[in-house]
């Protein structure tokens, strides 16, 4: 199973970025996918998830409002749009994957992981 991870950049705050993670090697339809962020000095955190369908959708509070989780199982893709950005979303950003995550908001329930993209967001 591989994730690959993109679309991470230099933005000024308030701006917009939109990660892609592509997955291979997997019965896409059938995995919740999430995203997780790491920043420097700090453990990675949820940030939002999506169910196999599509039609369930978790983010963290400091994302609500401003990201959105989609997906595309015909293309095996799944997508971060990221609005509003603030410095303080600055980090590595992962997806990952699991076909029953015990806890969506937890790193550990998920068993595949998309190597990151680095997302910075300028004051």
């Known amino acids: 199973v591989q994730l690959q991870a993109c679309g991470g950049g230099l933005v000024q705050a308030g701006g917009s970025l939109r990660l892609s993670c592509a997955a291979s090697?997997?019965?896409?339809?059938?995995?919740?996918m999430g995203w997780f962020r790491q920043a420097p000095g700090k453990e990675r955190e949820f940030v939002a998830a999506?169910?196999?369908?599509?039609?369930?959708?978790n983010y963290a509070d400091s994302v609500k409002g401003r990201f959105t989780i989609s997906r595309d199982n015909t293309k095996n893709m799944v997508y971060l749009q990221m609005s509003s950005l603030k410095p303080e979303d600055t980090a590595i950003y992962y997806c990952?994957?699991?076909?029953?995550?015990?806890?969506?908001?937890?790193?550990?329930?998920?068993?595949?992981w998309g190597q990151g993209t680095q997302v910075t967001v300028s004051s």
């Open positions: 990952a994957a699991d076909n029953n995550p015990a806890n969506l908001y937890a790193s550990s329930a998920y068993e595949y």
């Open positions: 090697g997997v019965t896409f339809s059938r995995y919740a």
């Open positions: 999506i169910g196999w369908s599509g039609s369930h959708t």
